[in-house]
C-alpha cells in the first residue's frame, strides 16, 4: 500500500468521525431548540448516513485517481441539511463532468460497464438483470 493510499484511508475514516460528531451537535442544538425526541433521533441517523455515503463516493473517487470529493465533502461539512444539499450536489456535479477519473456517479462508470447503469444509457453488466433505474437509464439491462 502506498502512502497516497494510506492517507486515502485515514481522510475516509477521519471523515466518518467527523460526519457522526457533525450530526451528533445538530442533535444536540435541535434538543436544546425543543425538538421532538423522535425527529432528533430521526433527522441524526438521516445526517449520519449522508455523510457516510458522501465519504464512500469520495473515497471511490480518490481511489480512481480524484481527490476532489474529499475537498468537496470538506468544504460542504457535515451534519445539517445545508451541507448535506452542498455535499452531495457536489460530489454529483464532479462525477458527471469528470467521469473518467471518478470511476462515475456513485462509483458507476458514466458510459455503462460493471455493475449499475449510467447516465448516458448502457447496460448493466451483472449476471442478472437489474431493475434499479439510474438517471436516464431505463434500468434494465444485462451481461453482453
Do not use: H
Not at 441524526?44 to 474529499?70: E, I, Y
Not at 467521469?99 to 458514466?110: H, I, K, N
Amino acid at each position: 500500500m502506498s502512502f497516497w493510499d494510506s492517507l486515502n484511508n485515514f481522510n475516509y475514516k477521519i471523515s466518518n468521525v467527523n460526519a457522526v460528531l457533525g450530526s451528533t451537535v445538530t442533535a444536540l442544538e435541535d434538543g436544546q431548540k425543543g425538538k421532538p425526541l423522535v425527529d432528533n433521533i430521526f433527522n441524526f441517523g438521516l445526517n449520519v448516513t449522508n455523510g457516510l455515503a458522501r465519504n464512500d463516493w469520495a473515497k471511490t473517487m480518490a481511489d480512481n485517481g480524484d481527490s476532489s470529493g474529499q475537498a468537496i465533502n470538506a468544504l460542504a461539512g457535515y451534519g445539517n441539511l445545508q451541507a448535506n444539499a452542498q455535499g452531495t450536489a457536489g460530489l454529483m456535479f464532479e462525477s458527471m463532468v469528470n467521469p473518467w477519473s471518478t470511476g462515475g456517479m456513485m462509483g458507476y462508470p458514466m458510459f455503462g460497464g460493471m455493475c449499475g447503469g449510467s447516465v448516458f444509457g448502457g447496460y448493466n453488466s451483472c449476471m442478472m438483470p437489474m431493475t434499479m433505474p439510474f438517471m436516464f437509464n431505463s434500468g434494465m439491462g444485462y451481461f453482453c
